[in-house]
């Protein structure tokens, strides 16, 4: 069975400070895709970024970083220099490459909260 | 393109009364996916349609619910007998569906639904 873990439920942090958010996955398919996307107050999710499970390169984007580990079923997410406009709910997401319906299996979700 | 469009935002009702939201996917995309939110999880897949073919249904979705997708454009969530336990945040996304599945998702701000 698919399953997504985000073994942190909050995070505080200061603004400027870096801060990574885990997130550990199990599947038995060889291909899988990952996911992170974000969930502001507003509620909306928006899409961070989409990995697939032969792609195990780091993948930087301005202050962001991902570190894709199939060693350690893990694909964890780094924001360098901390925002106030980061605060929000972030979810690390999986799906099944054996099948064609695109469906998401979530992690629980990790809140951010920057302070300024 | 104007984003995904979730009607109504917000959704008081009490037990036993029949609720109905709406999606507008992004125009042009074929895949539409429904999803429920509780507080303090991630995203739960319910259905998805591709184009106007309802796909896939999660064992979540009991006989009280139901979705349609007419001619493959807007959608329509539909709960009958409402129960506390369906209180939640119903969001809708939809995808281009042009290729094999795992596209990234374009989701709604959501339905919230508060069953007294």
């Known amino acids: 069975a698919q399953k997504v873990t985000q073994a942190q439920t909050e995070i505080s942090v200061v603004e400027k400070e870096d801060v990574t958010l885990d997130c550990v996955y199990e599947?038995?398919?060889?291909?899988?895709?990952l996911f992170w996307y974000k969930q502001p107050p507003s509620g909306e999710l928006v899409f961070l970024i989409r990995?697939?499970?032969?792609?195990?390169q780091n993948e930087i984007s301005g202050r962001y970083s991902w570190n894709f580990q199939k060693s350690t079923s893990s694909f964890n997410f780094t924001i360098t220099a901390s925002q106030v406009v980061d605060s929000a709910v972030y979810f690390c997401?999986?799906?099944?490459?054996?099948?064609?319906?695109?469906?998401?299996?979530f992690g629980q979700g990790t809140t951010l909260q920057v302070k300024p | 393109d104007t984003g995904v469009s979730q009607d109504p935002r917000h959704k008081i009702t009490k037990r036993g009364q029949n609720v109905t939201f709406r999606c507008d996917p992004i125009?042009?995309?074929?895949?539409l996916y429904w999803y429920r939110q509780t507080l303090g999880q991630g995203p739960e897949f319910l259905t998805y349609?591709?184009?106007?073919?309802?796909?896939?249904k999660s064992r979540l979705l009991s006989d009280r619910f139901s979705a349609e997708r007419p001619k493959g454009s807007f959608s329509t969530l539909e709960i009958q007998r409402t129960e506390q336990g369906d209180s939640a945040m119903y969001l809708c996304?939809?995808?281009?569906?042009?290729?094999?599945?795992?596209?990234?998702?374009?989701f709604g701000s959501g339905t919230q639904l508060s069953v007294l």
């Open positions: 997401a999986l799906s099944e490459g054996s099948s064609n319906t695109g469906k998401l299996i």
């Open positions: 349609f591709q184009n106007e073919a309802q796909l896939e």
């Open positions: 996304a939809s995808s281009p569906g042009t290729g094999w599945g795992n596209e990234k998702l374009f």
């Open positions: 125009s042009e995309h074929n895949r």
């Open positions: 990995r697939n499970s032969f792609d195990e």
């Open positions: 599947t038995r398919d060889t291909t899988y895709y």
